[in-house]
Every structure is written in C-alpha cells, then in structure tokens.
C-alpha cells in the first residue's frame, strides 16, 4: 500500500502499456502531471482529489493522430475537442507539404482552401489577426501561448517553405527552378525547423492538389514542381537528422511511388531516411493494389530502408454537397468544374453544357488506370435532396427509373437543380473486412491519415482509433483474431510515438499522463453514427464529426482531466494542457 499523495488514480482497470506487453488490472497513480505508480495492489486515496473508477474498462495511453490539418483550427479554437474527446492526445500538424509557419497569410489560404476544403476566408482571417511569427522557433512559441487541449507534433511543409522563400506565382511554374539562394533559404528553414524539434518535412507529388485563390487558381501545389536536386537535398538533411519525410506519390504515376519509396533506402549512406507515404489503401477502382503495398515496404526495408505506408485502419467512407468532392481534381471534366467551384453560376451553365457533359461522360466511362474513385454512380447513394423521391436511392437508379439516363447526366442534373442540396455518400477504400485486417496488421503500415480538421463536409475519422480496437475486439470474441488488443493499442499509440520520436504513446511509471479510459461494452454502433457539429471559428459551418460519448469515460493530458463521459471539460480550450512535443534525435 503506497502512502505517496496523489492528484489522480485511475484504479481497477485493465491497463495497457502502449509497448505491446501484456495488459493487465493494475491501479494508476498520477503527480504532478506524470504516472508516479502502476500497482497490482489499490492505492492510497487518502487526500487524492480525483479517483477514477476504472473497473470493466480499457486504460489505455493516448492516441497519437499522425495526419491532421488542424494547422489553422488550433489557432483559433486550440482544443481541439473532435479529436480529444475520441481519444487521441497528440495530433500532428504540418501534412501534405502544407504548414503555416513561413506562408504569408494568403498564399496560406491559397495552399489550405481547396486542397483541404477549409473556407479560405478563415484561413486568410486567422493568420491575418493572428500570426506574429516568422520562424519556427517563434510557431512553436506562439503554440506554446495557446491553451492547447492535446499535445501538437509538426511537420516543416516543404509547399509553406517553397512558396515563402520563391513566392507562390513562382514557386508553381513548371518553367521556374529555385536559384541557388532559394535553395539555401529553403534548407535553411528545413534546418531551422528540425533545431526546434519538428518530425520531419512533408513533401507532395499528387497532381490532383490543386491551389485555391485567384493569383494561381487550380495550379497544383508548389512542392509537385521540385526537381531531383532540391528534393535530394532536403532529404539529405532529414537523412542525417534522424527525421521523417511524410510524401504524397503521384496516383497517376508509379514511378513517383517508387521514387519517393525507394528514397527511404541508404544505399551506403547510414541512416536510412524514414519515408512516410500516403496512403496504403484497398481501393475499389483498383481492387490488386492493396497488395501492393506491403511488398513495396518489405522489399524497401530489405534493402535498408525504413518505409510505412499510412493507413486509415476503416472504410473510407465519404460525402459530397453536390460535386465539391475533391476526388474529382484526379479527371479534368471534374477539375474544370472545381476550378470554377467560387463561381457558381458559371459553374452551374457549365454542368448543363452538353459538350462539357460528353467530356464529363468520357472520363467516367475511364475504368482503367491509376485512379481513386471507382467512377460509378451506381455506387453512390443520396442522403439529401429537396426532392425527396430521390433519397435513399443511387444516382444510377435515378437514371434508369428517369428512362435510362447516363449515370453521369442523372447526377448533373440533379446538380444543376439542386446545387449544394444534394448531398450523397460512397465508400472509395477499405470496403473488404479481410483485406482491411490485413493491411491493418502489416509492419510496413502505419496506421493513421485521419485528415482531421480538412474536408469538413466531406467525411469524420477522428474515432478512428475506437473502431480500430472495436474490430479487433469483435475479431477476438468471435475467435478469429488478426492482432491482439496489446498490440493494437501499440500500433496507435507507443509505435507511432517511438518512430516519430516523440513523448508520446506509453503509460509507465515515469511517462506523461496522456491517457484514455474506455468502455469496451461501448465500443458498438455508435462508433458509425452520422453527426454534425458547427465550427464557431469558422462561421459556424456544420460539419460532419463523430459521437460516441458513453464509450471514452475519460481523458487526460499531462495529468488533468479533459473529458469526461465523452464531453470535454469546461478547462478545454481555456487552460493549456497540452504542449508541443519536440522529436529527438
């Protein structure tokens, strides 16, 4: 029986490492924001101002979010609630080469508005008011300022850099190449950034990121026009740093995946440059790929490297206000009416225009060929439309019970009438539960790319790491397990933060008190439930996130309860409890 004071237990639970060792009943002592006990015996409460009961649950460390674009909602509400409440105490930041620790404010809403579907009038405002800083010693500083609810990690974007150091007309002509003092400029701030602690760079090849804004409208972003030598030399340096390279291949291309894969490789050089890439998938329009990644990380691995390939562990399941899905940038029917996406009645003569509808018809009719959408509206389904006959039904069925109308016309119709009304919802990747387990189990997989804070109408996956440990619960008790729990609870927490670097993702005597207490009765439907929320910051826009409260009893960080029951704590967003996580090494 201890007789040392106490700012929380957490006793009775069944308790979880996050190193992938056996889980056990074990009581928790927490001081002064770190885990001082782990007992087999109760402890003393004795003057403890917080227990909490723990008994039938999950005490698990928090989960770690390595793909986030809350670069500007921490800004402006620093709680970060959607994910906090799920669980997940440390986010990172800084993905898709996207950053704004260099960026001018509205190149910033240029690089963030389209790419990631955040209003870029929000985006613009926030850094308008907001932004003091002009190296990443004082981001970080600025962050530390801010009554964070989780903790933050980031990624240096190389997009941020590139546009800041050559500007951003000129950073997006193919026929431009960065002048030796550019160069140095831009390694300057890769070296700056790794100084202050951030995990790496984040770089992008994928041509269907397209820039938001007037000056270069529908360019795509300025890291996709980096040639070999500037691309060599940033990653030299995070080679000889130790720091990850996070990199978006080129669907269209696949020797941009294998470049961006093989680059991971020493080929004499020590150490191996850890690579990041996006994103291991079981795509529907291309049902062999899933295969394919593993054995890329394999044979990479084998020879030297250190390759993951991020993986969201659920369907990929999305929605869509009309056509503002951004899967339709990869087709140029779909891009040409994006592009005009800020001119809506531009963009609604356009999709009644018969000659753009045959182009519209062509790319579909496409079923060969790199590609993320399976292209077939027969497989997506309408949630929402003010004629009511429609929902609930695909827009292939609207055209076949409208007299056999093309899919295609079927949807534009629907489109042109309605506008942003008809709301509708597909499944692009991981639709098959096996191949799904798979891909979740793999060592070469990394499991995250949950895009929070982009795409705020299109899809929610900040629970991600509940219905991870869902499936395989259900697996276990149904006696077919693909992983255990411990090694589950592993993957998205300890593992990511031992990669990464960072104190991060275990829950041992000495460790941060970043914790999560789960219900594991709780762990049911309601991890799938539609819900919608609107963002105070940005104009109260509503949008999609998740609900499952009666299944996290708690969250902590650094010590302090944050949520409870599934709702955050009145100190959330007001008294800072996370804190900027710096890599080492």
Same mark, same amino acid.
């Given at each position: ?13 069944? %308790?979880? @490492? ?8 074990? =009581? ?28 039938? =649950? ?25 994910? *906090?409440? &799920? ?61 964070? #609810? ?7 974007? &190389? ?23 550019? *160069? ?5 701030? *890769? ?20 820039? @938001? ?22 990653? /030299? ?29 020493? %080929? ?22 899933? &295969? *394919? ?11 030297? #490297? @250190? ?26 029917? #779909? ?57 609930? /039904? ?11 109308? &093309? ?23 991981? =639709?098959?539960? /096996? ?29 991600? #790491? ?6 395989? =619960? ?53 991890? @799938? ?57």
């Amino acid at each position: 029986m201890s007789t040392q004071g106490y700012d929380v237990i957490v006793r009775n639970g069944r %308790w979880f @490492d996050g190193t992938g060792a056996p889980s056990a009943v074990r =009581h928790l002592g927490i001081s002064d924001g770190k885990v001082v006990a782990v007992s087999a015996d109760p402890l003393d409460e004795a003057d403890c101002p917080r227990v909490i009961d723990a008994t039938g =649950h999950w005490v698990l460390p928090g989960m770690v979010d390595i793909h986030t674009h809350y670069d500007v909602e921490v800004l402006v509400q620093p709680g970060l609630t959607e994910s *906090l409440r &799920h669980g997940i105490t440390t986010t990172f930041l800084g993905s898709c080469s996207l950053s704004t620790v260099h960026a001018a404010p509205e190149d910033a809403g240029d690089l963030f508005g389209r790419v990631e579907a955040i209003p870029r009038p929000y985006v613009v405002g926030a850094l308008d008011e907001l932004k003091t800083w002009t190296s990443a010693g004082e981001y970080v500083a600025a962050l530390e300022e801010l009554p964070l #609810g989780p903790n933050i990690a980031a990624f240096i974007g &190389h997009s941020d850099i590139r546009s800041a150091r050559m500007g951003l007309s000129r950073s997006t002509d193919p026929t431009v190449r960065p002048s030796a003092a550019e *160069l140095d400029r831009m390694e300057a701030d *890769l070296r700056d950034a790794l100084d202050e602690g951030f995990v790496g760079m984040s770089s992008q090849e994928l041509m269907f990121d397209k820039l @938001d804004g007037e000056t270069c409208r529908s360019r795509t972003l300025p890291s996709t026009y980096a040639r070999r030598r500037e691309r060599k030399r940033l990653n /030299k340096l995070l080679r000889a740093r130790g720091r990850a390279l996070q990199g978006g291949p080129d669907v269209a291309k696949p020797q941009s995946l294998a470049r961006m894969a093989f680059s991971s490789c020493g %080929w004499g050089r020590k150490p191996a440059l850890k690579v990041s890439l996006l994103s291991a998938a079981d795509i529907k329009a291309i049902p062999m790929v899933a &295969h *394919l990644f593993p054995l890329i990380a394999r044979t990479v691995n084998r020879f030297g #490297g @250190d390759l993951r390939f991020q993986h969201l562990p659920v369907p990929f399941e999305v929605y869509s206000d009309g056509i503002a899905l951004p899967v339709f940038e990869e087709f140029g029917s #779909g891009a040409a009416a994006l592009h005009l996406s800020n001119q809506i009645e531009e963009q609604r003569a356009l999709l009644a225009d018969e000659d753009y509808r045959r182009w519209f018809r062509k790319d579909y009719d496409k079923r060969y060929g790199p590609r993320v959408w399976h292209r077939d509206f027969f497989d997506a389904e309408i949630t929402e439309c003010p004629d009511a006959t429609v929902v609930g /039904k695909t827009f292939g069925q609207v055209g076949v019970e409208r007299g056999g109308v &093309h899919p295609v016309d079927a949807f534009l119709d629907l489109v042109v009438e309605h506008g942003e009304k008809v709301r509708w919802r597909t499944t692009i990747s991981n =639709h098959r539960p /096996k191949v799904l387990d798979k891909l979740t189990s793999d060592p070469g997989v990394q499991l995250g790319f949950s895009d929070a804070g982009a795409h705020l109408r299109n899809m929610a996956f900040y629970n991600f #790491g509940l219905r991870l440990l869902r499936r395989v =619960h259900d697996a276990e008790r149904a006696g077919r397990p693909f992983m255990t729990l411990e090694h589950a609870v592993h993957r998205i927490t300890g593992e990511l933060g031992d990669w990464y670097g960072i104190d991060a993702g275990h829950l041992r005597e000495g460790d941060r008190a970043d914790l999560v207490v789960i219900d594991p009765e709780r762990l049911d439907d309601s991890l @799938d439930a539609y819900a919608e929320a609107p963002v105070p910051a940005f104009g109260n826009l509503s949008r999609m996130v998740n609900r499952n409260d009666a299944t996290v009893a708690a969250v902590l960080v650094g010590g302090e309860v944050v949520v409870e029951d599934g709702v955050p704590t009145p100190a959330v967003g007001v008294r800072r409890t996370g804190r900027f996580l710096r890599a080492t090494g």
